[in-house]
């Protein structure tokens, strides 16, 4: 996609984004209006015409998105153009889009802290993204110094931290102990609804389940929590192929090696278990196996007619 469309095309995700963020946990209202007579628009930049390439026009557009920002700015119009910065930092590299969101935070520090929440940081949120947020918290200090250090936990492009699990049969085994080119770090509960959809989705793609039948992925289906009975009782709704275990010094939710805030939570990671996805919604897993699996000859039918599922 060419950058020159973009700005285009994010007016169209907006719509998507503010329409879909008024049930979640902790939400407020998307499109409050800012009733003060001295309220001003929020002007958007232009790319001058001389920066040709994609890459560059890109760069200007984060580096200079909240060049016009001021806290008199419609808080209708800020929470719209926030929404248009969240689609382009996920087509850019984490150090870029947390300078954009620290330089849009010095212009207005209570908006777009409140924005940075209720998107990036509510673990309800589709959009959240806790490395970019982590960002914002290191830099703001103080009362998030220790969130921050919480969300660099695991983050994209390290290798995710290694722990302990025992199955069913007593096994006990490592996350560092699957060899697999791909592996699905799945916590989840027994009887969860949430967890319930996504099992589904992944029983349900013919991808996903080729995949693991050609020992390309595995699931590691994790649970945290101290009910066993539960956990036990549950079991049978779990595919036999996946790895599916619980923390057996039941220390994993309060430690500091995951910071995990709700429950159910995706990671993908690569056979060296190096973080490509943190906390991911499950279409944003399903999309990057899609596109990680490509290169596996076996896979060509999925893509060959655009039919995979």
């Known amino acids: 996609m060419k950058v020159r469309e973009t700005i285009v095309i994010v007016a169209l995700a907006t719509c998507c984004l503010l329409s879909s963020c008024g049930n979640r946990r902790g939400a407020h209202h ?13 002007t958007m930049i232009k790319v001058p015409t001389i920066i040709n390439d994609e890459q560059q026009r890109m760069d200007y557009i984060m580096s200079h998105y909240w060049e016009h920002l001021s806290e008199r700015c419609y808080a209708e119009q800020v929470e719209k153009q926030f929404s248009n910065w969240i689609w382009l930092s996920e087509r850019t590299d984490i150090n870029t889009a947390g ?15 409140h924005l940075s929440e209720k998107y990036l940081y509510d673990p309800q949120s589709p959009y959240r993204n806790e490395d970019l947020y982590g960002r914002l918290a290191a830099y703001i200090g103080g009362d998030l110094a220790q969130t921050a250090k919480l969300c660099a936990l695991n983050a994209v492009g390290t290798r995710a931290a290694d722990f302990l699990m025992e199955d069913a049969r007593g096994h006990q085994f490592t996350l560092y102990s699957i060899k697999a080119p791909y592996t699905l770090l799945f916590f989840s509960n ?4 949430a967890c319930k959809e996504i099992i589904e989705t992944l029983k349900g793609s013919d991808l996903v389940s080729d995949a693991l039948n050609n020992k390309i992925l595995m699931v590691v289906n994790m649970y945290i929590d101290e009910d066993l009975e539960q956990w036990r009782s ?8 996946w790895r599916t275990a619980y923390d057996p010094t039941f220390t994993l939710r309060d430690s500091e090696k995951y910071n995990i805030r709700a429950i159910p939570s995706l990671y993908l990671l690569d ?6 996805l ?24 999925y893509y060959e007619n655009n039919t995979e599922k």
Request: aromatic share 12%; charged share 30%; proline share 7%.
């Open 190 to 193: 027994p009887y969860c609804n």
């Open 234 to 241: 549950y079991l049978g709704n779990y595919p036999r192929i």
């Open 271 to 276: 056979d060296n278990k190096v973080v490509l």
């Open 99 to 113: 300078n954009s969101l620290i330089q849009a935070y010095q212009k207005s520090p209570q908006r777009i802290l």
């Open 278 to 301: 943190k906390d991911a919604p499950t279409d944003k897993i399903m999309a990057r196996l899609a596109m990680e699996f490509k290169k596996y000859p076996q896979f060509e039918k």
């Open 30 to 42: 998307a499109c409050s209006q800012d009733s003060r007579k001295d309220s001003t628009e929020f």
